[in-house]
């Protein structure tokens, strides 16, 4: 990251099936003024700029109109080192690690290491799916009273980029990048495919529920911010397991 930009710039806002014109407007004026700059839409169920979206928006309206579009949500983290779900659904697949306030200087971090993370916020009618949480190395979930649970779509997102705003304008000092270069998302997800697929062929995951092991090893892993070389030594693993097994020829064969 260059000494001009902000540690705010590697984040993007990402809204899966967001179902409401007007929510994607509140969205963008929220973003606007916490200084985070980049929006994505997963397979939006409205017209992201229709007119409530443009008077929602006021000022943020250049966010929606550069807002990039995606059919999926492999497709949209393609470009990003680290995802953050946020829920309010608990359970105990969707423990949740961390609250906004708590979560926010270790991506600050991230972010002034020139790491792209995406937060993802799902439809307004039932959040995200397991499915697009697996896809997650972290959970995140806004306090609230025990009596309502459920924030609006744009209260959410200006929690959560409140808080980003207030760690950077709070970090004593700069933050140096890591050496090595972290893996991204695209090539984390080709990881366990992988694996998932050389796990099912030796037995050890139940092929009727192979993300209930599964969930838990991408977050296991999602925690060692694995570089690339790092990533490809699993891929390694996951070829040579292969051939022990007897699966395929031994590589280089």
């Known amino acids: ?29 929220a973003m ?49 080192h680290f995802a953050v ?20 200087p270790s991506l600050i971090e991230r972010a002034a290491a020139s790491e792209k993370i995406a937060l993802l916020f799902g439809p307004e009618d039932r959040g995200l799916s397991a499915e697009h949480v697996s896809r997650c190395q972290e959970i995140l979930t806004i306090p609230t009273s025990d009596e309502f649970l459920s924030l609006n779509l744009a209260q959410a997102v200006l929690i959560v980029a409140y808080e980003l705003f207030t760690a950077v304008a709070t970090c004593p000092a700069p933050l140096t990048p890591r050496g090595c270069k972290r893996a991204g998302l ?43 070389r790092e990533v490809r030594i699993l891929r390694g693993v996951a070829r040579q397991i292969r051939w022990a097994a007897g699966i395929e020829p031994k590589p280089g064969e």
């Open 186 to 228: 695209e090539l984390q997800e080709s990881m366990f495919q992988d694996l998932q697929s050389v796990l099912l062929e030796i037995g050890y995951l139940d092929r009727h529920n192979p993300e209930h092991i599964m969930l838990d090893l991408r977050r296991l892993l999602g925690r060692a911010d694995l570089t690339e």
């Open 1 to 29: 990251m260059n000494a001009s930009s902000s540690p705010l710039d590697a984040f993007a806002i990402v809204l899966v099936r967001v179902q409401n014109s007007g929510n994607v407007g509140s969205v963008a004026r």
């Open 32 to 80: 606007h003024n916490m200084g985070l700059t980049r929006l994505a839409l997963v397979d939006p169920q409205c017209d992201p700029r229709a007119d409530e979206a443009r008077w929602m928006a006021r000022d943020g309206w250049f966010l929606i109109e550069r807002a990039e579009t995606f059919p999926g949500l492999d497709e949209a983290l393609r470009d990003f």
């Open 85 to 104: 779900a946020t829920t309010a659904r608990q359970g105990k697949r969707r423990v949740a690690s961390s609250t906004p306030r708590d979560l926010a």
